[in-house]
């Protein structure tokens, strides 16, 4: 593990660090307060720090102090090294946000113990805050597909027509139903249909645009949000989208089903609300099924099939 050691006195510091390199440790050196808070500050700043009391710049409760004063989900242990031992200076320096103090002269076997005791604490840590991801992770993601979920899809929306208000521009959304979906399920079972939605999933999110957002609307829909630049064209861009969806059959337990899917999306700017956006985006995605499927709709007055007089369909080989 990587530890700061920030101690003035070189003769000291460098004895400390042999002791760490002997415990199997990484020792960072840092000569005053002033440099060991530049170390704590990096991005790989290490979990582990033995800060002396007495130091030029900040000594170690100061550096204790501002150290706290950061807010963070994975603090780092900090141990001060002092001469001092009345209660008051111990009581002080835990105050100021050290975990623990060893005094000196201190004792090796100290040392490692109470680095030990350090290293646990920093470990059940990272579990902790890895827990917490994934429930976060869990929360927000279709189990299914891993795209987000409804609830995530939404917020992001909401987040999105936020920045259109602040900062104006517009954006697209468009509303994806899998066609013929119920039949395919009907005729190989739920768990193809499974097989299917993950498999679409993955094409749907290779295919959109970096900066699109794409979740899991419910069943066989979803729902992909689209940032539009000043050229940028909806119609063209979910034609594209939809086309590569059906390009290649996907390949599943029962063979390869070519699979077509149906796309309404709708248009907004700063003053658009969401509720209404979603009802057009999903009024249209109805009005490209009702007019054949494998299509895509996005204003009342245009539309284009991607496989002209061509019902979707499937087909399972073997």
């Not at 020792?27 to 700043?45: C, F, K, N, T, Y």
């Not at 009581?91 to 002269?105: H, M, Q, R, S």
């Not at 119609?235 to 699979?259: D, F, H, M, Q, T």
Request: glycine letters at 8%; proline letters at 4%; a neutral charge.
């Amino acid at each position: 593990m990587k530890i700061l050691i920030a101690d003035d006195d070189l003769f000291s510091r460098r004895s400390l660090a042999r002791i760490l390199n002997k415990f199997g440790h990484d020792p960072i050196e840092a000569a005053d307060g002033g440099q060991a808070l530049d170390v704590m500050r990096r991005d790989d700043s290490p979990k582990l720090a033995i800060l002396d009391w007495m130091m030029p710049v900040f000594d170690g409760p100061e550096v204790c102090q501002q150290v706290r004063a950061v807010p963070t989900d994975n603090p780092p242990y900090l141990l001060i090294l002092t001469s001092r031992v009345a209660k008051v200076d111990i009581v002080a320096g835990l105050e100021a946000g050290a975990n623990d103090y060893l005094t000196k002269p201190f004792d090796a076997g100290e040392l490692k113990a109470r680095i030990g005791v350090g290293c646990r604490l920093i470990g059940l840590q990272n579990e902790l805050m890895c827990s917490r991801q994934t429930l976060e992770h869990q929360a927000r993601h279709d189990p299914l597909t891993s795209l987000m979920n409804r609830r995530a899809i939404l917020d992001r929306l909401g987040e999105e027509l936020g920045r259109l208000r602040r900062y104006g521009g517009k954006l697209a959304v468009g509303m994806i139903d899998i066609d013929h979906f119920k039949q395919l399920n009907d005729r190989y079972g739920h768990q193809v249909g499974d097989e299917v939605l993950k498999a679409f999933s993955r094409r749907l999110e290779h295919n959109s645009r970096a900066d699109d957002a794409v979740g899991r609307w419910g069943g066989e829909e979803f729902l992909v949000i689209t940032p539009l630049h000043a050229d940028s064209n909806e119609g063209i861009i979910y034609k594209r989208l939809n086309r590569a969806l059906s390009a290649e059959p996907i390949l599943s337990s029962v063979g390869e089903l070519r699979v077509t899917a149906s796309i309404g999306c709708a248009k907004a700017d700063g003053f658009a609300d969401m509720d209404n956006l979603l009802i057009t985006a999903d009024a249209r995605l109805y009005r490209a099924k009702a007019q054949g499927r494998n299509r895509v709709v996005w204003a009342r007055e245009e539309e284009t099939g991607l496989v002209e007089g061509r019902r979707p369909h499937f087909s399972a080989g073997t």
